[in-house]
């Protein structure tokens, strides 16, 4: 029979399998690894336990058939929140609803008793999944067929390998007659064959209308394999929406909080593969661009053209032919976005009128008007990038500063930031359809 939580909850529909509603979890930290060390602690005024929030207030619904990815880095709460789910761990705040039989792929080897047999532990570890005696005869035979240990069944567990552990414990799950699988890093284990073997029963499983919760690090499994992505960091929601997204958001937006005002520009970068993160996730909006990564900038927002016939010398004295972004720079160079100088500076931040020359070169703009007055206070007429900031400015494509008389300042020598070129190339590339 299908089982579902004790919890009622009034929003959810017939269709719901999971629903989580501002979940919290909280685990204590002891300092201290014995009653004298405590006393000891105690006397000095030291600590002898803090607390630490795994889930804060985590909240969202997976309806039946979904396939759901949960992502983050380590300590995010993933695996927290999977046990949470299969109901190995009870939530200190909100509530969790399941419907129907939950199978949890958690921990290798969980359920499995070291000191029986493989035979032995597959009727021990179905039955506690909630099969009976016969449905666990009848799927005997495919079970151990799967796991390709059929030589070494009748053999007690402890003397197992992880991979024997593995291929057991993954079998038992995907023959029982489950309507959610829960699967946590457990497929990182296998060998590469036994890995593509348990994706593809794992795929006829979701094509077969089961729930499928994976957590993993392998981002292009997770991407192929999951249609939706929850992306948690520090024990909330990050991200809630298609797993590709969620990918991208992972790999190069983790240190954006929702409430930032570019994110949304930051976000169309990274969709767009305009930038791909500095490192472990992180954008870095406040950290400067330098000018080799705006050549990377605009280079990927033209789609990456092919750089043909590049020198083998380098036409600027300060970036290597093996440089990362060689090809971009040449391009930058050949498209006329930068000037035939020696030297390009690839490593010196690039500031807000180098910006302007730059988006204004590469948007082919007409920059032979002239200039009526000074249009900002501190870019007078004669300034060598006057027109191509007074474009930018008239694209709406940054903002400018206002001071206290009423005077427009444009700030040509300060630093561009991350997420200030987001916007710049954001308006730039939606300047047709922005109201």
């Known amino acids: ?50 607390t630490f929030d795994a889930l804060k207030g985590v909240d969202f619904t997976v309806e039946a058939g979904e396939s759901v990815a949960l992502l983050g880095f380590n300590g995010s709460g993933k695996s927290t929140l999977l046990k949470l789910v299969s109901g190995v761990l009870r939530p200190d705040g909100g509530a969790i609803r399941t419907r129907g039989r939950i199978a949890g792929l958690i921990e290798v080897g969980a359920g499995f008793h070291p000191d029986l047999s493989g035979r032995e532990n597959i009727y021990l570890n179905a039955a506690i999944l909630g099969m009976t005696k016969e449905e666990i005869d009848a799927r005997f035979d495919d079970i151990v067929t799967f796991s390709e240990i059929e030589k070494f069944i009748d053999t007690e567990v402890k003397h197992y390998s992880s991979g024997m552990f593995l291929r057991l414990a993954f079998s038992v799950a995907i023959h029982t007659e489950v309507d959610i699988l829960l699967i946590d890093e457990i497929l990182s ?102 000018r080799e990564q705006m050549a990377a900038f605009l280079h990927r927002l033209a789609g990456e053209p092919r750089v043909a016939d590049l020198p083998a010398s380098s036409p600027f004295v300060d970036v290597l032919t093996e440089h990362v972004f060689y090809p971009a720079i040449v391009w930058l160079q050949r498209q006329g976005i930068v000037g035939e100088e020696h030297t390009f500076e690839p490593s010196k931040p690039l500031t807000r009128e180098q910006m302007a020359v730059f988006l204004a070169r590469y948007a082919e703009a007409d920059l032979s008007d002239e200039l009526g007055g000074d249009p900002f206070s501190d870019v007078p ?55």
């Open 381 to 435: 007429a004669d300034h060598p990038a006057a027109r191509a900031i007074a474009w930018v400015a008239e694209k709406d494509l940054t903002w400018t500063y206002e001071d206290e008389d009423g005077s427009r300042r444009f700030a040509p020598d300060e630093p561009v930031l991350r997420e200030q070129v987001a916007v710049f190339l954001h308006r730039y590339a939606h300047r047709d359809t922005r109201a």
């Open 1 to 50: 029979m299908p089982k579902t939580s004790e919890t009622v909850l009034t929003d959810v529909t017939p269709t719901t399998a999971i629903a989580v509603r501002n979940v919290r979890k909280t685990f204590l930290l002891r300092h201290t690894h014995s009653l004298k060390e405590s006393f000891v602690a105690k006397v000095r005024g030291k600590t002898i336990a803090s």
């Open 189 to 290: 284990v296998g060998d590469e064959p036994f890995q593509k073997k348990c994706l593809a029963r794992i795929r006829e499983l979701h094509e077969a209308g089961r729930t499928l919760v994976v957590v993993s690090h392998d981002l292009d499994m997770v991407a192929q394999l999951c249609d939706r992505g929850i992306l948690l960091r520090g024990g909330e929601v990050l991200y809630d929406g298609p797993a590709t997204e969620a990918v991208v958001q992972m790999r190069a937006l983790y240190d954006v909080p929702n409430e930032h005002p570019y994110r949304r520009e930051m976000t169309w970068m990274a969709l767009k593969g305009i930038t791909r993160g500095s490192g472990h996730g992180r954008f870095e909006p406040e950290a400067p661009v330098l």
